[in-house]
Nanobody, 122 residues
Framework: QVHLVESGGGLVQPGGSLRLSCAAS????????MAWYRQAPGKERELVAS???????NYADSVKGRFTISRDNAKRTVYLQMNSLKPEDPAVYYC????????????????WGQGTQVTVSS
């Protein structure tokens, strides 16, 4: 069993900052790419940022220069530092981690956190 637990969402004023965390636990052999997605009401889930096991990052154009994704492999945790939050950023944010549970590469699977709400309002 693998579990992802997210934390850090909440209410912030426009221009403010939040830091999301997502920690994995359970039967884990290795973790490959990690990512953050978000889904606003009435919209499809979209990729916000991703980071490879080697530390290469990728961002949606809408968050470049404002959000930073990072990871702590020892803690099995991925972070999303969100600065200069805008009214278009509110959504439920979901973390995703690609985890292999044994030495067998066929056990590689995508796991999701429960989601955390981010609200931007004055």
């Amino acid at each position: 069993q693998v579990h992802l637990v997210e934390s850090g969402g909440g209410l912030v004023q426009p221009g403010g900052s939040l830091r999301l965390s997502c920690a994995a636990s359970g039967s884990i052999f290795s973790i490959n790419a990690m990512a953050w997605y978000r889904q606003a009401p009435g919209k499809e889930r979209e990729l916000v940022a991703s980071i490879t096991s080697g530390g290469s990052t990728n961002y949606a154009d809408s968050v470049k220069g404002r959000f930073t994704i990072s990871r702590d492999n020892a803690k099995r945790t991925v972070y999303l530092q969100m600065n200069s939050l805008k009214p278009e950023d509110p959504a439920v944010y979901y973390c995703n981690q690609n985890i292999r549970t044994t030495t067998d590469w066929r056990t590689l699977g995508a796991y999701w956190g429960q989601g955390t709400q981010v609200t931007v309002s004055s």
